[in-house]
């Protein structure tokens, strides 16, 4: 009977330890940090995603495979994948016209500023269409930040 009682005494206190941060994890939404956790776990821990990106952004990323510079298709795709969003300032507010963005790009792919130029600048349509295109991502690069001015048509 002692093998008995030590056995189910001894098996428990193990089992619910190990499972419970992952489950824990996951069903607070860290999902993301459990994936960067399991491909560099000497840094993710200590790093937020957004510190990890900057230290990519300095270090270059080391690989030599990637183009230069973004190509005019890099961009229309990136800037499209927000074009929703920039759609939905003007449905907000319901002002007609052309909002131009400058933006800068990071090689880490992120957008690092955006900027509406002319007649959208300092209003509240501006501001939503530049908080819209912050969120705009590309594919990486390995030449240095890309700035350039590009246009939305807001009907």
């Known amino acids: 009977m002692a093998k008995a009682d030590s056995s189910p005494a001894a098996s428990p206190t193990p089992a619910p330890s190990a499972p419970e941060p992952t489950t824990k994890k996951k069903k607070g939404g860290d999902a993301l940090d459990d994936l960067l956790n399991q491909a560099s776990p000497d840094s993710a821990p200590k790093a937020s995603p957004k510190k990890a990106a900057a230290r990519e952004e300095s270090s270059g990323g080391g690989d030599d495979n990637l183009p230069e510079q973004l190509t005019k298709s890099d961009i229309q795709g990136g800037m499209g994948k927000v074009r929703d969003r920039v759609s ?5 507010y319901h002002v007609p016209g052309l909002a131009n963005v400058q933006v800068t790009i990071a ?8 900027n509406v130029t002319g007649t959208f600048a ?34």
């Open 88 to 92: 939905g300032c003007y449905g907000q």
């Open 122 to 155: 300092g209003t509240p349509t501006g501001s939503c269409v530049e908080k819209a295109v912050k969120g705009a991502t590309f594919p990486q690069f390995k030449g240095a930040s890309m700035s350039l001015t590009y246009p939305y048509v807001l009907r």
């Open 107 to 114: 090689k880490s792919g992120r957008v690092s500023s955006a």
